[in-house]
């Protein structure tokens, strides 16, 4: 997905589509869609009408949601975290996505 800073010297050097608006990835019989969310994101859910999990960051404020067939993940930022935060990040492992800050510690983490 094409972030804030992509350019179009970004996307012509890239092997993979940054410019689509959703990628979707199917793992453990779970839909997992990443987008850069400043089209797609909790606060505009009505417009992304899928069930499943939708991973972002364009907000870059670190949190878990849950709004009937959807979960909304921010993985809030590496760089220029926003609201006090330290820098985060999100790892999924084992049907398990944990948003963590840079010293490792555990900010939130949901099951799925």
Same mark, same amino acid.
């Given at each position: /997905? /094409? &972030?804030?800073?992509?350019? +179009?010297?970004?996307? =012509?050097? *890239?092997?993979? !589509?940054?410019?689509? &608006? @959703? *990628?979707?990835?199917? +793992?453990?019989?779970?839909?997992? %869609?990443?987008?850069? &969310? $400043?089209?797609?994101?909790?606060? =505009? ?9 939708? @991973? %972002? ?10 709004? =009937?067939? /959807?979960? %909304?993940?921010? @993985? &809030?930022?590496?760089?220029? !975290?926003?609201? $006090?935060?330290? !820098? ?6 084992? =049907? +398990?996505? +944990?948003? %963590? ?12």
């Amino acid at each position: /997905m /094409m &972030g804030n800073c992509d350019s +179009t010297v970004d996307i =012509k050097a *890239s092997d993979f !589509p940054i410019c689509s &608006g @959703v *990628s979707l990835i199917n +793992t453990d019989g779970l839909d997992i %869609y990443i987008t850069h &969310g $400043n089209e797609y994101s909790f606060e =505009k859910n009505r417009k992304f009408n899928h069930k499943g999990i939708l @991973v %972002y960051g364009h907000e870059h404020i670190p949190f878990i949601k849950k709004d =009937k067939d /959807m979960i %909304y993940i921010n @993985v &809030g930022s590496i760089s220029l !975290p926003r609201n $006090n935060y330290a !820098p985060t990040y999100a790892i999924y492992e084992n =049907k +398990t996505i +944990t948003i %963590y800050d840079i010293n490792d510690n555990i900010i939130e983490n949901i099951n799925l």
